[in-house]
């Protein structure tokens, strides 16, 4: 009797041991980028198969297995800085000191408390000199909003939901799903990164034009058309989630979107081309936040100090 | 006897397994914390540089208690990636290795270079870029901030 307890005891730790070592094993092999890699190689050795050949086969395999997910932090950064520095081209920016410590003390706040506080440059926040109704944010971590939808908020909690749903856009890494796998691919198979050698001028040039690309295929969403629905939901779902979380009233959302409802025309410029309609935004806002309470506790002191720094914005 | 040796065997297999697969993972940006609780508000015991590799003792709530370099404390987990990031070198091994998904070349692809180019070519206003991603904020002045509002940051004091 003992001998078969101690059986079946000792019999399944050891499969499930086994399964583990195998599945390590498993986790470890190639990728199907450097399977092919293998296969080219014996080819080449056996002469079936040129250097250049062989080149152009790992490039194909390679480009398979790549996505947006396959960008590094690091180039996610200089996408970012390029994309900062285009919208900072378009518009103006805000540059006033008591403004910009307080979007970024709010910001930075919300950001530790959101799913991906670490970037490879850290988050920054901004106000832009513009009327228009309007916040973006850059895959590298960089936060705008305009004046005219500071105008918009009553309350430090209002401004957090805000610069909350642009965090939500960054920790989703949104910008990096509107570039076009094309340009993915050339960036991330080029010699110039999968590195034989240290790369060409040729390279370089290629490289900088699918750069230049995905800056183009980011702006052009961010300005133009905008995310999907489904983006904009997970960044509304991220942002309340944030705020309950650091403690402001997520409700701030459903105000600051109520307000730009009212001056919600269909095509009209800034978010009103690319966002949903305020009112779509606000049943899944809503459902977000479902019976969550905020108990109003700081809320005097954040009224305070939100009319000390954005009261004359 | 045997068969429980055999067993023994297996099971000491198992363990040397899982030890020989104890989780590394490097650091994906380009400066994180080693803290003494997993919050940001914890003291700071060590900076650990993009690519500094750590061994990951346990994992919870989004935080990772790791050692490097005799010191262990709290990083939030999403500094690090499981895989190795090769600082650039002119090692044509390494180079080679980094075409496997397990290894990421820092320095590579789009990267200053491309960066210089770009901005030659295009203009656009990264100087305020330059100056808005200098803009840092005090971590004592940000806790004041965060204690005066009654808000708070999710983290333990573990």
């Not at chain 1, 019976?291 to 914005?313: C, K, P, V, W």
């Not at chain 2, 065997?9 to 650091?27: D, H, N």
């Not at chain 2, 404390?73 to 002119?90: E, F, N, P, Y």
């Not at chain 2, 840092?136 to 509002?149: I, N, P």
């Amino acid at each position: 009797m003992m001998r078969n307890g101690f059986r079946t005891r000792g019999f399944f730790p050891s499969v499930f041991l086994i399964l583990g070592a195998a599945a390590i094993v498993v986790g470890g092999c190639e990728s199907l980028g450097s399977i092919a890699e293998v296969g080219t190689g014996v080819a080449v050795a056996t002469g079936r198969m040129t250097e250049q050949q062989a080149e152009s086969v790992t490039r194909t395999a390679d480009a398979v297995s790549r996505s947006f997910e396959d960008i590094t932090p690091e180039q996610e950064y200089y996408i970012g800085r390029a994309v900062g520095a285009t919208i900072l081209d378009q518009y103006e920016p805000f540059d006033e000191q008591a403004v910009t410590e307080y979007l970024n003390l709010v910001g930075q706040g919300l950001a530790m408390a959101s799913d991906r506080p670490e970037l490879f440059g850290g988050y920054r926040f901004m106000a832009l000199d513009s009327d228009e109704i309007n916040a973006f944010a850059t895959p590298s971590g960089l936060v705008f909003i305009s004046r005219g939808l500071l105008r918009l908020t009553r309350s430090e909690d209002d401004v957090a939901a805000i610069l909350a749903h642009e965090i939500g856009h960054i920790r989703h890494r949104h910008g990096l799903q509107a570039i076009r796998t094309s340009r993915i691919t050339t960036a991330l198979t080029s010699a110039a990164i999968t590195g034989a050698q240290f790369a060409t001028s040729e390279e370089v040039a290629e490289l900088t034009e699918a750069f230049e690309g995905s800056i183009s295929d980011i702006t052009s969403t961010l300005v133009n058309s905008g995310y999907s629905r489904g983006a904009e939901r997970e960044a509304d779902e991220a942002a309340v989630e944030i705020m309950k979380r650091v403690g402001y009233d997520p409700n701030g959302l459903i105000r600051v979107l109520e307000r730009m409802n009212e001056s919600w025309v269909a095509d009209g410029p800034g978010f009103m081309r690319t966002h949903p309609s305020p009112t779509a935004r606000i049943d899944v806002v809503r459902n977000a936040i479902g019976t969550y309470r905020h108990d109003g506790t700081g809320s005097a002191e954040r009224q305070r100090r939100y009319e000390r720094a954005l009261g004359s914005i | 006897m045997r068969r429980r040796l055999g067993f023994a065997t297996l099971i000491l297999l198992g363990v040397a397994t899982a030890l020989w697969a104890q989780t590394m993972m490097s650091v994906e940006v380009r400066e994180t914390q080693v803290r003494s609780n997993p919050s940001f508000l914890g003291r700071v015991d060590a900076v650990l540089n993009y690519g500094d590799r750590v061994e990951v003792l346990e994992q919870a709530q989004g935080w990772a208690r790791v050692r490097h370099d005799g010191v262990t404390g709290w990083v939030h987990s999403s500094a690090l990636t499981t895989k190795r990031i090769v600082m650039q070198t002119g090692d044509a091994a390494a180079q080679r290795e980094a075409t496997g998904s397990e290894v990421a070349l820092a320095g590579r692809g789009f990267n200053q270079e491309v960066e210089d180019r770009y901005r030659a070519e295009q203009g656009l206003n990264y100087d305020a870029v330059d100056r808005l991603e200098g803009y840092a904020v005090d971590a004592a002045r940000l806790a004041a901030f965060l204690e005066e509002g009654a808000l708070r940051l999710p983290g333990g004091d573990r």
